[in-house]
Nanobody, 116 residues
Framework: VELVESGGGLVQPGRSLRLYCQAS????????MSWYRQAPGKERELVAV????????KYIEAVEGRFTISRDNQRNRVLLQMNSLTPEDTAVYYC??????????WGQGTQVTVSS
């Protein structure tokens, strides 16, 4: 399993970023895909998840209505569209893959910094 995140960077409050996770080495279509984040001094937290079939998405309350997770099963890719970013969204964002009931696999992470 290989997960490679991209799209992070420095952005001003109120702006948008789109994160990408390119997956390879496994049967992508059968895996639930998630984005987690870890801010300095805090535990890693689940941000959003999209089911293997793509029909179900879930978000934490802090990003509901601002972030959108989606998957492209043709390109083995997961996107996280982040709008109206705030400094509280600053964190390292990790892509994760999990076949229901099995091991959770992680990417290396991409830094998102929201600052003026």
């Amino acid at each position: 399993v290989e997960l490679v995140e991209s799209g992070g960077g420095l952005v001003q409050p109120g702006r948008s970023l789109r994160l990408y996770c390119q997956a390879s080495g496994f049967a992508f279509i059968y895996y639930d895909m998630s984005w987690y984040r870890q801010a300095p001094g805090k535990e890693r937290e689940l941000v959003a998840v999209v089911s293997w079939a793509g029909g179900t998405t879930k978000y934490i309350e802090a990003v509901e209505g601002r972030f959108t997770i989606s998957r492209d099963n043709q390109r083995n890719r997961v996107l996280l569209q982040m709008n109206s970013l705030t400094p509280e969204d600053t964190a390292v964002y990790y892509c994760a893959a999990q076949r229901p009931g099995s091991t959770l696999h992680w990417g290396q992470g991409t830094q998102v910094t929201v600052s003026s």
